[in-house]
């Protein structure tokens, strides 16, 4: 059966959402949709495209389900023609500017590489992205254990977790969950933690981490602490001897040439700068550490 295409209205019932773990909604969010389609109706189209006479939903999932909460019978689309591989594209390229995990990302990848046959340049190109990105993306969702992976998506841990749990074996990665789960650690903290277990060489090192990670991190804390410490006297050394250094060509101008005078003033000016760099980098790499 061919379907009018355009914008038309369709039955809920003959709507294909095989697409729709790409891009899961929120229980709370499609109740705001809901209480929008109650107040205001259906403001925008979902996208559906036909493929071999299947409709199948590639944008406005929680229009969709909101609307068959509400118990209606019918929706307004819009209806194009493509293949399965090219809806799938079009999930992310219609929905990057509203936010994409990136799990969800790396779920996409995967299932155009692996499922689709796609290369990973011929996936970059449909996705508007670089091979490395696709590539990337890929390689994480292979890493991480599946249920590490379901522990983000019902956000048990932190979104941002991911990219540093996939650093671990596989079978460490569940006890990292739990530590993280129980201590309610940030991504912050966790990246900490995982740096250093993966540095860690001695058994029972490791075993230290995951045993007491708040008593590891403090340690992290310490040791920051007194590198910021350090630093911070070195700058103070450097401020004083740049303002000697000023003082004595000061008082060298007079009998100095005017080419000399240029050249100790470059080097002034190039103290300086170093000791900006410094200051700036105390400030932003030796951070307190979020807990």
Not at 219 to 232: D, E, G, M, P, R
Request: proline share 3%; with cysteine; glycine share 6%.
């Amino acid at each position: 059966m061919n379907y009018r295409k355009g914008l038309c209205v369709l039955g809920l019932s003959k709507i294909d959402i095989c697409l729709e773990p790409f891009r899961k909604s929120k229980a709370n969010v499609i109740e705001k949709m809901k209480a929008s389609l109650q107040a205001k109706g259906q403001l925008t189209p979902v996208m559906v495209v036909e493929s071999d006479n299947i409709l199948i939903l590639v944008d406005g999932f929680k229009r969709y389900n909101a609307s068959m909460a509400l118990g209606r019978k019918e929706i307004n689309a819009v209806v194009v023609e493509s293949d399965l591989t090219r809806a799938k594209a079009m999930i992310y390229t219609m929905n990057r500017a509203s936010g994409f995990t990136v799990i969800q990302e790396g779920h996409l990848c995967r299932a155009l590489v692996e499922k689709d046959g796609l290369t990973q340049n011929e996936a970059a190109v449909l996705l508007d992205r670089h091979k490395s990105w696709v590539s990337r993306r890929i390689d994480l969702i292979r890493r991480l254990n599946p249920g590490i992976v379901s522990d983000i998506e019902l956000e048990l841990i932190p979104p941002g977790s991911g990219v540093s749990l996939a650093r671990l074996p596989f079978n460490n990665q569940a006890d990292f969950s739990v530590i993280i789960q129980t201590h309610k650690l940030s991504s912050e903290s966790i990246q900490r933690l995982v740096d250093m277990w993966c540095k860690a060489h001695e058994p029972e090192i490791k075993q230290f981490i995951m045993q007491s990670p708040q008593e590891a991190l403090k340690i992290v804390k310490n040791v920051c602490n007194q590198k910021k410490k350090s630093l911070s006297v070195h700058i103070q050394s450097l401020k004083i001897l740049i303002n000697e250094i000023e003082k004595e060509v000061d008082l060298e101008r007079k009998t100095i040439g005017n080419d000399k005078c240029i050249l100790l003033d470059r080097c002034v000016k190039l103290l300086k700068s170093g000791q900006s760099g410094l200051e700036n980098y105390w400030k932003g790499k030796h951070d307190e550490p979020t807990q």
